[in-house]
């Protein structure tokens, strides 16, 4: 799955300290990660964080379309991601494109991601905003070779997408990687289920007491403050 990152330094809310590059690229890499704890494979066509240079879109699309032919064209997904702005505040939403070559997959596929990421939306804001899945002639898109979408997350021009924008990326994320797995069909789970099982535990001891008294005492008092689990353990 070919995931498209960051923007150019030009694009941003300055007055709320917001760059969409830097949006854009803390999503890649949180998407990255979480699609490869559940076992599937991501190709970044702009991985490296510490620039805010724009690399050309139509070399995006050239870098996704070689890896795809260098791997023998394997079941993919290119996936565009962004953050939309308007000279009007008041617009807000998301948006999920495929362009006018698209295949029935893109189209299929457009629709999934959208619905899961207005779902995330709505439930941190039921007054999120639906635009739709729409087709335009995004070069990235345009110019994949495989499967390929454009998501614009919410727009960075309003307030209360913004909030989201800055504030609920792993809400956003785990509706991203939730429309991946549909598309491949893995399993979703959260990073919790993900976690290892074996993880060991440590049990603290707060001292040992020939008075009983005592050690009630000092019991109490650790539920007091707020160490529920606390208990008394004596031969």
């Known amino acids: 799955m070919p995931a498209m990152p960051k923007n150019t330094k030009g ?37 490296n964080p510490s620039t805010v240079s724009d690399i050309p879109l139509s070399t995006r699309a050239s870098l996704g379309n070689d890896y795809w032919l260098r791997n023998s064209k394997p079941k993919s997904m290119f996936i565009s991601l962004h953050a939309n702005a308007f000279s009007s505040s008041s617009a807000r939403g998301t948006e999920t494109y495929y362009a006018s070559n698209a295949s029935t997959t893109s189209k ?14 709505k439930q941190l804001d039921p007054n999120a905003k639906d635009r739709g899945v729409k087709s335009e002639n995004f070069t990235v898109i345009y110019k994949a070779s495989m499967p390929s979408v454009l998501v614009e997350y919410a727009f960075y021009s309003n307030l209360d997408d913004l909030k989201i924008l ?70």
């Open 11 to 47: 694009k941003n809310n300055a007055s709320q300290n917001f760059y969409e590059w830097e949006f854009n690229n803390d999503m890649q890499y949180k998407i990255k990660k979480r699609c490869e704890e559940l076992g599937i494979k991501v190709f970044l066509t702009n991985p």
């Open 108 to 121: 299929n596929f457009a629709k999934v991601l959208n619905n899961e990421i207005v779902k995330a939306m």
């Open 166 to 235: 800055k504030n609920n990326r792993n809400e956003l994320v785990e509706a991203t990687v939730k429309a991946i797995c549909q598309y491949f069909g893995v399993t979703y789970k959260t990073s919790s289920q993900n976690a290892n099982t074996t993880d060991k535990f440590y049990k603290v001891c707060l001292g040992a007491y020939k008075n009983r008294d005592n050690a009630t005492k000092i019991l109490n008092e650790a539920k007091a403050k707020g160490f529920d689990s606390a208990y008394l353990l004596y031969e």
